[in-house]
């Protein structure tokens, strides 16, 4: 059953330029969706016009089968965790969280109850009576996410909130905020710039570029089958290498490859572990550079025309710079005109 | 924010290079004028009053010209209408500014860059001008009287030279330094942090009281400090547009001063006028020596 | 970004009340002004003026003290601004880049003059050079104008020169350029714009400034602004008031346009404790 039902979303800014522009999804009760893509490709904004801090120039957003498009934030069933985690200074941690429940005019011992239950849900118990400046960055983030659960919204929204801690520290925040939402069920709309984040948390992602939808999919089929070739060079690392189709034969400088599609000019995609390298007489690439990461390896490539290639090898020791080499693709994708044409 | 502010925040810099004396012979001039021309000023008018020269001739202390000011129904006369016009004027102030201050922090586009144009404006306008303008629009046979006249309407009690005068033209003339001042504490309000109030369910009122308030509080106490000293002494707006009696402050002074050649009197006024304005004045050195060392 | 305001598209009903009634307000009374400078006959009850005319700018500008009253004011500002410029931009430089004892106390010292009520201190000033024979004279009054363009000519420029980064300043010095080519090839055209309006905003407000003029300066000096007092308080003719302000207020205009990067900035507001 939808919780969220966004419907042929566009917003246009004055200048013109759709930061949005038709974009439709529907999220399940419990799910957690990550909106994932470059800064400026318009996930921001539209999770903005879910909590309503933005108006959609057209289309519409349903919330439990309310229309909300034009309800203010504060009329919202929305919970919103920004990414500079905007705790109100001048409160203390208790206070933070209360404030929303007094604006509900709750008795004073039912928001004590309620506090005391999301800041312990948090890790944070006890902590009710701390200055928000006293708190370390991971710690304020998980108020900002506790002042938002203590009001039992329906929807989640989180913008970027781990965008300012360092590494160590935002994935274990990944973890916790997974762990509560599965725990709670809340339905949660997630905006991120890091596929790591995306690949790790959600149920479900939406990669966008230029406020369109590229593909909607579980984590595991985006990263496996990316339908574009923008989806394809976002997850992960991926070759990609423009090219001709003749005769059942893609070719691009020395390489050719088999690939059963009209001809044309293609785009040949080739994840760096799928493409294999072997010493060779008759070499069609050069290597030019070769790292050791320890438990694998990677390649440069250069084709006679200078395209830089990159494979993941087992044996990084067994290549050198300069060396010729012959490749062997063994998974491959072909688009053209921005459509999968082919998959092997 | 231009680049020069970013940095005037912060504390001045400390070079690497050891704490040489020669930076003390750069600035020794403009200090030794302050300390001459502000200081010195100050403490000789506070000696000069409570130390001087009893009828036999001889230095003592004395608080005779205090004990005749506040004895002196027209002096006390004067200095009851120096404080309602500060305060008036403060008050006014701040249902004008804030009002105007808010609506600049939120929106954008022409009409906003317009009305901020025309906020500041006054600053650009000698108050020689305004008092000029002012005894043209609002002062008998005036503007206003014409239009009014136009439409069939009665003449106005014009405000020229009445206690209303100095504080209409005060008011105008304080609008642009308040409104930047506020604005300036409205900047340091963060958008996300009223977006994240309105989330939980504040609206536009409830938004202002617990989140912008507490937070601008300090810039308002700026604001009125800085308003406050420039109008409880004001000279030139009282004096062209006020009544002849009673008086504020600042001509009061002048013509104790200059007409009725009594320096020791006029600097007891003076005296008087920083003791009312002490706590403003701390007020507004404390405020603006915390901004620069941030 | 709109948090507050209605969205996007709807008539800004606030937005037009705001400037609907400043423009009121404020424009309007200096359009009456103007008005008036271009009139030559308006009675009351006329809502527009009979007669339009440039016959009272002739009669102005033919009076002798009007002139002696322009070129004082210009001397005076001169002088102040020049004086102001020669001892406080080498002091703000030293507060922005050099350490030395005291520097914080002395930097600070220079809000004492904005901690009292201004006038105030002018008569306490006042009773000072009373003692010292500078009442009425041309020097008193460059002092005590002096004195009232210190803060701002200290603190603006130190502001524009704290704010050019020492690394670009190295940078000059790492390619070969002495002290003073850094000072005057990198450090100075950086800062120079807000300087200079420091330094163009000084020389408005000094001429301008009317209290300490009339205070210290009266009989014997008079400038723009303190004639322009014995104009209203005489009671002459209108235009004579109304033509003198339109004069008055043009470097006041020029001002504006200069100024806008310094005051639109912030800065301004900062410098004032906001």
């Given at each position: 059953m939808s919780v969220l039902h966004i419907a042929e979303v566009t917003k246009t800014f004055s200048a013109g330029?759709?930061?949005?522009?038709?974009f439709s999804l529907d999220v399940a009760d419990g799910e957690l969706v990550c909106l994932l893509?470059?800064?400026?490709?318009g996930k921001s904004t539209l999770l903005r016009m879910v909590g309503g801090f933005e108006q959609p120039t057209s289309g519409s957003i349903t919330i439990d089968g309310e229309d909300?498009?034009?309800?203010?934030p504060e009329r919202r069933p929305t919970g919103m965790v920004f990414q500079s985690h905007a705790?109100?200074?001048?409160?203390?941690v208790f206070k933070n969280l209360a404030f929303g429940l007094k604006l509900r005019r709750m008795p004073a011992a039912e928001i004590r109850d309620k506090v005391e239950a999301v800041l312990d849900l948090v890790g944070l118990?006890?902590?009710?009576?701390?200055?928000?400046?006293?708190?370390s960055g991971g710690q304020q983030q998980r108020v900002a996410l506790a002042r938002s659960l203590v009001l039992e919204p329906k929807i989640l929204l989180l913008d970027?909130?781990?965008?300012?801690?360092?590494q160590h520290l935002r994935e274990r925040l990944r973890e916790e905020v997974r762990d509560i939402q599965q725990r709670l069920g809340i339905t949660t709309l997630f905006v991120t710039h890091g596929q790591d984040e995306a690949l790790s948390m959600a149920d479900r992602i939406v990669v966008m570029a230029n406020g369109k939808t590229e593909q909607i999919d579980r984590p595991d089929v985006v990263y496996r089958?990316?339908?574009t070739p923008f989806v394809a060079g976002f997850i992960g690392s991926m070759n990609l290498i423009d090219g001709e189709v003749r005769n059942g034969y893609f070719m691009r400088s020395d390489l050719t490859v088999q690939l059963q599609v009209p001809d044309g000019p293609a785009t040949l995609a080739i994840r760096p572990e799928s493409l294999d390298v072997t010493a060779s007489d008759t070499p069609k690439a050069s290597v030019h550079r070769v790292t050791d990461y320890g438990s694998h390896g990677l390649v440069d490539l250069d084709l006679a025309d200078g395209t830089r290639l990159k494979s993941m090898v087992a044996?990084?020791?067994?290549f050198r710079a300069g060396q010729g080499v012959d490749v062997f693709p063994r998974a491959i994708a072909a688009y053209r005109d921005n459509q999968q044409i082919y998959r092997s | 924010m231009s680049e020069a502010t970013k940095q005037a925040v912060r504390p001045l810099v400390d070079t690497?290079?050891?704490?040489?004396?020669?930076g003390l012979l750069f600035v020794a001039i403009p200090v030794f004028l302050v300390i001459w021309l502000v200081i010195w000023p100050a403490i000789n008018a506070i000696s000069r009053t409570v130390w001087r020269k009893d009828k036999s001739g001889e230095m003592g202390f004395d608080l005779s010209s205090y004990a005749f000011f506040f004895s002196d129904s027209y002096s006390l006369d004067n200095l009851s209408i120096t404080l309602w016009t500060t305060l008036v004027c403060a008050i006014l102030l701040l249902m004008i500014c804030l009002p105007i201050a808010l609506y600049l922090r939120f929106s954008r586009g022409r009409l906003a860059a317009y009305v901020q144009a025309l906020a500041i404006f006054?600053?650009?306008?000698p108050s020689i001008i305004l008092a000029f303008a002012f005894i043209r629009v609002l002062?008998?046979?005036g503007m206003v009287d014409i239009l009014f006249n136009a439409v069939d309407l009665p003449k106005i009690r014009t405000?020229?030279?009445?206690?209303?005068g100095p504080v209409i033209g005060l008011v105008w003339d304080n609008i642009p330094l308040t409104v930047l001042i506020l604005l300036a504490g409205l900047g340091s309000v963060a958008n996300q942090s009223i977006e994240a109030a309105r989330d939980v369910g504040a609206n536009a009122v409830q938004v202002f009281w617990h989140i912008i308030l507490p937070r601008i509080s300090n810039s308002i106490l700026v604001a009125l400090s800085f308003s406050v000293l420039g109008i409880f002494s004001s000279f030139t707006l009282p004096y062209l547009?006020?009544?002849?009696?009673?008086?504020?402050?600042g001509p009061f002074m002048q013509r104790t001063l200059?007409?009725?050649?009594?320096p020791v009197g006029a600097m007891t006024q003076a005296v008087i006028a920083f003791g009312f304005c002490i706590v403003f004045g701390l007020f507004y050195v404390r405020s603006v020596a915390r901004s620069r060392e941030k | 970004m709109s948090t507050m305001t209605t969205a996007r598209g709807r008539i800004d009903w606030l937005g037009i009340f705001f400037a609907g009634l400043l423009t009121i307000a404020i424009v309007g009374p200096l359009l009456v002004v103007g008005t008036w400078a271009f009139t030559e006959v308006w009675r009351y009850?006329?809502?527009?003026?009979?007669q339009f005319g440039f016959r009272f700018w002739a009669q102005t500008l033919g009076r002798a003290d009007v002139w002696n009253a322009l070129m004082l004011s210009l001397q005076l500002t001169t002088v102040v601004t020049l004086l102001s410029a020669l001892i406080c931009l080498p002091a703000a430089y030293a507060f922005a880049r050099m350490n030395f004892p005291g520097r914080n106390i002395l930097f600070f010292s220079f809000l004492a003059g904005h901690a009292f009520p201004k006038f105030g201190l002018l008569v306490a000033i006042a009773a000072i050079f009373l003692q010292l024979d500078l009442i009425g004279t041309f020097w008193g009054v460059v002092l005590i104008q002096l004195v009232g363009t210190l803060m701002f000519m200290i603190w603006i420029p130190v502001a524009a020169f704290q704010s050019v980064d020492r690394r670009m300043e190295e940078a000059a010095r790492d390619v070969g350029a002495g002290p003073f080519r850094v000072f005057w090839s990198v450090t100075l055209p950086q800062a120079g714009p807000t300087i200079a309006a420091a330094v163009l905003l000084s020389f408005v407000g000094t001429f301008y400034e009317t209290e300490g003029a009339w205070l210290i300066g009266a009989p014997g000096i008079r400038t723009m602004p303190v004639l322009m007092i014995s104009f209203i308080n005489n009671q002459m003719v209108i235009q004579f008031g109304a033509v003198l302000s339109v004069l008055l207020w043009v470097p006041s205009f020029i001002a504006l346009m200069f100024a806008r990067r310094v005051i639109g900035g912030g800065a301004f507001a900062r410098g004032f404790g906001g």
């Open positions: 330029a759709k930061a949005v522009d038709s893509g470059p800064s400026g490709s909300v498009t034009h309800l203010p705790l109100w200074t001048h409160m203390n118990a006890g902590y009710g009576d701390r200055m928000t400046t006293q708190l970027e909130p781990f965008a300012s801690l360092d089958d990316p339908k044996h990084p020791d067994l | 690497a290079e050891s704490r040489r004396p020669i006054p600053m650009f306008v002062g008998p046979n405000p020229y030279l009445t206690p209303w547009l006020g009544p002849a009696s009673p008086e504020m402050l200059r007409e009725v050649q009594d | 009850p006329n809502v527009i003026p009979q």
